[in-house]
Structure formats: C-alpha cells, structure tokens
C-alpha cells in the first residue's frame, strides 16, 4: 500500500541551527501538507502546498518557516533558526484531490530543540 | 477557529457504547475523523460531506448535521484496540483545502 515517507524520524538540534524535515509524498498526490503537534496536544495546521506553490499558511508558519518541491517527489520543510518551542512531531500529509480527500498522513519527524 | 470537541476525554469498559462531538462555528463542507494511538500518527476512520455523502472503512458510525455545523463519532461496542485519541478535522471550501484538527478526545477502552 503506497504510503507517506518522513525523514528523520528524530532529529535533536541547538537553538538558532537551521533544520530540513524531509517528506516523500504519494507518488500520484496533489495536494501537501505539513502540521504539526507538540506532545499532548492538537494536531494544528502549518501550510498546504498546491501546483509548486503555497496555497495556504497559518500563522504558526513565519518567515523562519519554508516548504519546497525541489524535484518533484520530495517535499520539503526547513527551520531556519530553531526555537525551543519549535520542539513538535511534524507530520507531513498529503491526498490526492482537493475537497474531502483522504488525508495520509506520514509517520512523523520528532524534533527536539535544546 | 479549530472545531470543538467534547468530551475532552472518557473511560469505557470494554463492549460499552461512546458518543464523540464536535462543533464547528464555519459552514462545513465536510468533516473527517481520525484515531491516534500515543506516538504514532493519525489514522484516518471516515469522512462525511456536505449532503449526507459518507465514506469509512470501519465499524464506526457518525453523523453530519450541516445545519448545525456538528457531527458526532458513534463507537459501539467498544474493544481495547478503539483507545486513543480521537480527532475531527472539519474542512470548508478552497481548491486545496486544509484540515483543520479538533481538540481532541481521549479515549481509553479498559477489561
């Protein structure tokens, strides 16, 4: 069954370094997604990405935030300058068309921020 | 604004019947439901659209009132596997619309 890839599993980083989650959507898939979801809490939205480009981003998502299609499998999330309460599972999702599509989601990057 | 939902948490014996809400202050055009198990991520149970349309693959039941902006997660029976913790995703319009989460309700199925 085809399935949503994240790389790291865990990555443990130093405030202020620069971070890259990594996500390998399903291959026929369309529409991209990060959220994220700090432990004991809600899954909260981070962006949605659509035709190579941001379709919507939440507040959560500022400028130390970026997502990238660099080749046309991988998805991309990168931290620029990490913060403590960055620490979060990331989850990156993706489906297939847009309204009241089933949402995959992948297994999740664990960041620690020390 | 995220749904919300209630209870925020409930303990069942195992075979007991449980009710999940969620309510939403948008117009919806459809709502989904997933189940997270501690430290893994969300699996999805079902979807419900806007016009009564409901797609699922389990034994799970739930209901869409547009009216409302409510829907409502049916567990009956309820076995050890069903603990988790339990989240509506309510979805508006939009060419690529987001999900956005509820607040969750924890469940756990005891013997």
């Known amino acids: 069954e085809p399935e949503v890839t994240q790389t790291p599993s865990h990555q443990v980083t130093q405030m202020g370094q620069e971070v890259i989650l990594r996500c390998v959507p399903i291959s026929n898939h369309l529409y991209f997604y990060w959220y994220r979801q700090i432990l004991g809490q809600k899954v909260e939205f981070l962006v949605s990405?659509?035709?190579?480009?941001?379709?919507?981003k939440s507040e959560i998502f500022d400028d130390q935030f970026s997502v990238e299609r660099p080749d046309g499998s991988n998805f991309t999330l990168k931290i620029r300058s990490t913060k403590l309460e960055d620490s979060a599972m990331y989850f990156c999702a993706s489906k297939d068309w847009g309204l009241a599509g089933e949402l995959f989601f992948g297994e999740g990057s664990r960041l620690t921020v020390l | 604004q995220q749904p919300v939902q209630s209870p925020q948490a409930v303990i069942l014996r195992e075979g007991e019947d449980a009710v999940i809400n969620c309510s939403s202050s948008?117009?919806?055009?459809?709502v989904h439901w997933y189940r997270q198990k501690h430290g893994e991520a969300p699996v999805f149970l079902m979807i419900l659209l806007k016009g009564g349309e409901q797609k699922g693959h389990e034994k799970i039941s739930a209901s869409f009132n547009e009216k409302k902006q409510q829907s409502s997660l049916y567990l009956t029976a309820s076995q050890l596997s069903y603990s988790g913790t339990y989240f509506c995703g309510t979805e508006n319009t939009g060419t690529a619309s987001k999900l956005t989460f509820g607040t969750g309700t924890r469940l756990q199925v005891t013997l």
């Open positions: 990405f659509y035709n190579n480009e941001i379709s919507e």
């Open positions: 948008k117009a919806l055009y459809s």
